[in-house]
Structure formats: structure tokens, C-alpha cells
């Protein structure tokens, strides 16, 4: 991810960030979050030259989070735990 110019954080040494992208890599997983639909292709087109990638679309969940798109734009997570109790 430093080789496509993305800079690590150092908070957490799994997320990576750049230019209004931010990129989450847990083993083989990754989540790649912008506001800006180009600037996802971009690195989608970008990682997918390094490694061997399969786009899923958009996430509803990850980890045991659900995720839950807004007409916003924005997103609501829960946990599994919490869908369960509901």
C-alpha cells in the first residue's frame, strides 16, 4: 500500500489512507471507503495491478458488523450481537 502511495496510520496499522480514500486490510479482506466513486476505481484499479483482487460490491457486513447504507450517503453499523437482540 506505501508503494501506491498511501500512507499507514498509526493508530492502527491496518488502515491505510490517501486523498480522501481510506483502505482497511485484515488478512485477505479489504474494505476501500471514499466519497468519491472515481477515486474508489482509481484504487481498485491501483491494488488490483499488485495483488489478485474479487470486487464484492457493496458491504453489508464485515467481521460480524452490519453495515446499513443511508439515502445520505452515510451508513449505520451493529454488531451481531446487537442484530440478535433486537
Do not use: W
Not at 59 to 65: K, P, S, T
Request: proline fraction near 1%.
Amino acid at each position: 500500500m506505501l508503494q501506491l502511495g498511501y500512507k499507514q496510520s498509526s493508530v492502527d496499522p491496518y488502515l491505510y489512507y490517501r486523498d480522501g480514500i481510506m483502505i482497511v486490510i485484515y488478512m485477505d479482506d479489504c474494505i476501500i471507503a471514499g466519497k468519491d466513486l472515481s477515486q474508489i476505481e482509481s484504487a481498485i484499479e491501483g491494488i488490483s495491478a499488485m495483488f489478485e483482487i474479487a470486487g464484492e460490491g457493496e458491504m453489508d457486513e464485515y467481521l460480524g458488523v452490519k453495515v446499513e447504507h443511508m439515502r445520505d450517503g452515510s451508513f449505520i453499523t451493529t454488531t451481531s450481537d446487537q442484530n440478535r437482540s433486537l
